[in-house]
């Protein structure tokens, strides 16, 4: 059973920051950890950002050059450090992960994302 973890996510001004973190539950030799998506109310979901291990950073254009994603490859863990966020950042945050053996895709329970004016 494979479970992403989510954390980080909160209610915060318009120009702070949050961290969000996932950590999976198996190794990274097992599910490759990707990165994250955002859907807020009414709208689909969307690329926010990924680096897949071995992977190079992939952003939104929305989000470039505020958002910066890191990997802990020991930890299977993602990182997301959201700078100088913006109300339209306002969503509910998802981790994507995928499975080597078959390239199932998983995805966390999400974590809420706040920015007030």
């Known amino acids: 059973q494979v479970r992403l973890v989510e954390s980080g996510g909160g209610l915060v001004q318009a120009g702070g920051s949050l961290r969000l973190s996932c950590a999976a539950s198996?190794?990274?030799?097992?599910?490759?950890?990707k990165g994250w998506y955002r859907q807020a109310p009414g709208k689909q979901r969307e690329l926010v950002a990924v680096?897949?291990?071995?992977?190079?950073?992939n952003y939104a254009d929305s989000v470039k050059g505020r958002f910066t994603i890191s990997r802990d490859n020991a930890k299977n863990t993602v990182y997301l450090q959201m700078n100088n966020l913006k109300t339209a950042d306002t969503a509910v945050y998802y981790c994507?992960?995928?499975?080597?053996?078959?390239?199932?895709?998983?995805w966390g329970q999400g974590t809420q994302v706040t920015v007030s004016s």
């Open positions: 994507n992960a995928q499975s080597r053996r078959d390239r199932t895709d998983y």
């Open positions: 198996q190794s990274i030799f097992s599910i490759n950890v």
């Open positions: 680096m897949p291990s071995g992977g190079n950073a």
